[in-house]
């Protein structure tokens, strides 16, 4: 069982290249989060999606794409990367047991 | 969500026992409160929830007031692995997703 797993560990992107975030559970979590955490700052959620086939915007969405590809996998898609969002991103999914998260061990994104 | 308030910093020293406070004075009848807590770099880990009742397991135990308006952490025997950034949260029942503030960072020192 490897909870939540995130794919690549470490990215540094140009301006205007396009990337695609990886994230997986293996819990059978119906729920999936993708925040972004700056440095020194707290987390804000990007996107979010409650199940398979649904997603839905958080508090700072410009600038990014989601896919629940299935009930295991959330992407998160830049398509034009931008300094501003160089950044840690964590990947979640929410057991509906006790509405716990758990979360992944992070992507961490520079834009130069 | 119930809005939360907790103090920025804390410290305590090795093998005391570490008291993180949180306010949350608007909490409704059926909104849990969940502490998590975040080390230097890492994603956020899951510590203990509770609703009205004081919860204790493996990493902490959580004390509600009785009119639900604030609860501490209590990490009895705090090491250093235990410095973190702490974060208090109470939800909406049922709510699709999780607003994290900024946390009180917890300095364990020798």
């Known amino acids: 069982n490897a909870g939540v797993t995130q794919t690549p560990k470490f990215q540094v992107l140009k301006t205007g290249q396009s990337m695609t975030l990886q994230c997986a559970q293996d819990?059978?979590?119906?729920?999936m989060y993708w925040y972004r955490q700056d440095p020194g700052m707290g987390l804000r959620l990007i996107y979010y999606s409650a199940s398979e086939g649904t997603t839905d915007k958080g508090e700072v969405p410009n600038g990014y794409n989601v896919s629940r590809l299935n009930k295991r996998e959330f992407s998160l898609r830049l398509e034009s990367a931008a300094p501003s969002q160089t950044s840690v991103y964590f990947c979640a999914s929410l057991t509906g047991v006790s509405d716990t998260q758990y979360f992944g061990p992070g992507t961490r994104l520079t834009v130069l | 969500d119930a809005k939360t308030t907790q103090p920025p910093s804390m410290d305590c020293a090795e093998g005391r026992a570490a008291n993180l406070p949180c306010n949350h004075s608007?909490?409704?009848?059926?909104?849990?409160v969940y502490w998590y807590r975040q080390i230097h770099s890492q994603g956020p880990q899951y510590i203990i929830h509770g609703l009205k009742n004081n919860e204790t397991n493996e990493m902490a135990s959580l004390i509600i007031t009785e009119d639900r308006k604030s609860s501490t952490l209590i990490l009895p025997h705090a090491t250093l692995r235990d410095t973190a950034v702490y974060y208090c949260i109470a939800p909406a029942r049922g709510a699709s997703k999780l607003t994290f503030g900024t946390g009180t960072r917890l300095q364990v020192t020798l």
């Open positions: 819990m059978n979590h119906n729920s």
């Open positions: 608007t909490i409704s009848g059926n909104e849990y």
